[in-house]
């Protein structure tokens, strides 16, 4: 007490005066502003220093579940294109889903004006792109039906295209199916 600056020491005389109520009151409060004091400088056995565990996030390899496609043959049209260059007009697909293993057609009927010198037919899907040539089988070079097939040797689960390319000596034409 006798090294306390003068201040201190009469706040000191002043709390000696109060009742024991004020005392207690005052005793709450420094055992508050202690712990406060101890807990902001994380003393060991008083506060944990450890990080608190973070969630670790989960990664599933699972199969993707696919849009269901249906099954058997299926036609389509195609409309627009380039102006003078050979144009594709209806095709077909059969199946539109083949198993692994299984043959699966595309034919094409294209009209042109000049005979039409080769169509080409890309299977674009899951991890393979396949170009397969297509023969004439109905009709001349400039009104006929084109057709290839192909051995199925790929999953189509998230990407299944049909890309088509008919050429001749007036341009070339291309478009794409995407049925995934």
């Known amino acids: 007490m006798k ?4 201040k201190i020491k009469k706040s ?3 709390l000696k005066k109060k009742s024991c109520g004020d005392s207690l009151l005052l005793f709450i409060l420094g055992c508050l502003a202690i712990s406060f004091i101890l807990a ?5 056995g008083l506060v944990s220093n450890k990080p608190s565990p973070t969630p670790t996030p989960t990664l599933s390899l699972s199969q993707p579940t696919a849009r269901p496609i249906p099954n058997g043959k299926r036609r389509f049209v195609i409309n627009g294109g380039k102006r003078y260059a050979p144009q594709f007009k209806k095709g077909f697909i ?14 094409i009927e294209i009209e042109n004006p ?5 169509v080409i037919l890309t299977m674009l899907t899951d991890h393979k792109k396949t170009d397969i040539p297509m023969k004439l089988t109905a009709g001349t070079e400039k009104k006929g039906t084109w057709q290839g097939s192909w051995q ?5 689960l998230q990407n299944y295209q ?6 001749a000596s007036n341009g070339k034409q291309e478009t794409t199916i995407t049925i995934r």
Not at 40 to 44: A, I, R, T, V, Y
């Open 114 to 118: 000049v005979p039409v010198s080769s």
């Open 3 to 6: 090294n306390l600056p003068k």
């Open 162 to 167: 049909l890309k088509l390319i008919a050429e």
């Open 94 to 107: 059969d199946p539109l889903t083949p198993k692994k293993g299984e043959k699966q057609t595309v034919g």
């Open 152 to 156: 199925v040797d790929d999953n189509y």
């Open 40 to 44: 902001s400088k994380k003393l060991p």
């Open 12 to 14: 000191f005389k002043k």
